[in-house]
Structure formats: structure tokens, C-alpha cells
Nanobody, 118 residues
Framework: QVQLVESGGGLVQAGGSLRLSCAVS????????MGWYRQAPGKQRELVAD???????NYANSVKGRFTISRDNAKNMVYLQMNSLKPEDTAVYYC????????????WGQGTQVTVSS
């Protein structure tokens, strides 16, 4: 089992920045990728960004150039730096991880709310 705990969400004005953090614990031997999803009100969950153990990254088109995913293996932490935030970035953000990237995440955090005011 893997446990994921997010932090760093909050209220920010458009154009501002936030950094989300995710503390990862548990049995991680089978984990090959980590990432962030989000779900806005009335919308489906969508991939924001993910990062493989080999360092390959993948970003949603809507966040490319504004968001950066990173990890600190020594601290078992995953981060999402969000710059130039827009009201449409408002959502609950979930830290995720899994073993097979194409199959999607196996483990999810509880989520952290990000609200961007205009």
C-alpha cells in the first residue's frame, strides 16, 4: 500500500503562484510514476502532470509552460509548482501514483483545494 498526503492548496489571485506538496509513504517498490490530477466542479478528473521514475514528464496542454512537476526522492516528496494561475485552474488537486502509466493511477491522495480568484 502507498499513502499520499497533499498540502499547499489555498486561495490565490489570478496571476499568482502556489506550490503543492505530496508526502509519499508505504511500499513503493512497484511505483514507476507519480503525478497530479485535478477535478473542477461539474467536470471530470483530468491529468495535470506526471513524472516517471526515469525522469520523463507529461503535462496537460492547458498547463504547459506554467506548471512544473518535480520530486525529491530523499524526502519522498512530489511537488507541483503552479505559476501564472488562472481562474480555470480552480479545482481539487490530487496526488497520484501507480505502477503502469498507461493504466492510470492506482493510489490517490485525499485532495487539496486550489481556488484562483479573478
Amino acid at each position: 500500500q502507498v499513502q499520499l498526503v497533499e498540502s499547499g492548496g489555498g486561495l490565490v489571485q489570478a496571476g499568482g503562484s502556489l506550490r503543492l506538496s505530496c508526502a509519499v509513504s508505504g511500499t513503493m517498490s512497484s511505483i514507476t510514476f507519480m503525478g497530479w490530477y485535478r477535478q473542477a466542479p461539474g467536470k471530470q478528473r483530468e491529468l495535470v502532470a506526471d513524472l516517471t521514475s526515469g525522469g520523463s514528464t507529461n503535462y496537460a496542454n492547458s498547463v504547459k509552460g506554467r506548471f512544473t512537476i518535480s520530486r525529491d526522492n530523499a524526502k519522498n516528496m512530489v511537488y507541483l509548482q503552479m505559476n501564472s494561475l488562472k481562474p480555470e485552474d480552480t479545482a481539487v488537486y490530487y496526488c497520484v501514483t501507480g505502477s503502469v502509466r498507461v493504466l492510470g493511477p492506482r493510489y490517490w491522495g485525499q485532495g487539496t483545494q486550489v481556488t484562483v480568484s479573478s
